[in-house]
């Protein structure tokens, strides 16, 4: 005769079974878990080498130079101009506290280093994230001049203060940064050109010698780069920005003087222009639509009148 469960067998029959789909089920879950983590982690890897691979498709878009213009050119400019106007105060009042004017400037240099450092620049657009290192060293460099400059200011004339400065290793440096940060941000604007036209060229080498049949036909992104390679390797810290320049030789291209006076480079027209001081901060603008009308540029305030 069949021997029947107990009440007490029958329920550690079934414990024993649910433990049994329990354990089951904790095994395939814990593989399903494994199985996503080690499929998420192999496509970070794959996206961190596709990274570095290749440049990022949102790189150098409108936005990050405008971004870049407001966050880090402008404060930068701010700091510029403020420290051109100090200079030209120096030269017309004979009473100017050089040591005050010299700490004022250290001060500003190191309120514009804490906005832009603190500024968040796309890594993917690496060359507006140099011109952001660039600027900051720069603005570090002038602050610790001024600095060391300041106590003994009172005790030179402003024309021997300004020559100390300028044979100052940190002030030599801190232009040279500058430019350099310069030249990145007209670099980048290269490349959005190119991500806008295909017919654009992303990059371009400026040779030794431009001779004028070269540089007539160039878009005016091409010529600023040109004249932004012009003024960094010769180190030239202006108050006129690249475009200001470009429009002032093409003007004298345009108006036939380089014809008359025999001007067969671009960097002889120039020399010629930065030396008689003939270039002004804005040129650009009263000349944008005469001789630029139909070129294509980034909509940043500097190329735009009223701005």
Known sequence: MEKRLNRTDLG????????LVIAIGAFFYGVKVGTERAAAKQQELNTTQDAKAKPSPNAYQQQDLVSFYHTVFLPYREFQNDWFHAQDKWTGDPSVDLSASLKEMAKTADTKYESIRTTYVPPASALLKDA????????????????????????????QLSKDLNGQAFYKEGRRYALSAQNEYYSSMLKWAATVNMDFPADFKSPAVMDLAHWKPLPLMIKNKVIADYLSDNVLFTEFLPQDLTARVDEFIHSGQADKMKQKTVTSIAELLTGTDAVRSGDFLGSKTKLYGNEQLPQLPFFIPDK
């Open 132 to 159: 952001q290192n660039d600027y900051l060293k720069s603005l570090k460099l002038f602050s610790e001049s001024f600095t060391s400059l300041a106590s003994s200011a009172n005790q030179a004339s402003a024309a």
């Open 12 to 19: 550690f029959s079934l414990a024993f079974l649910l433990m």
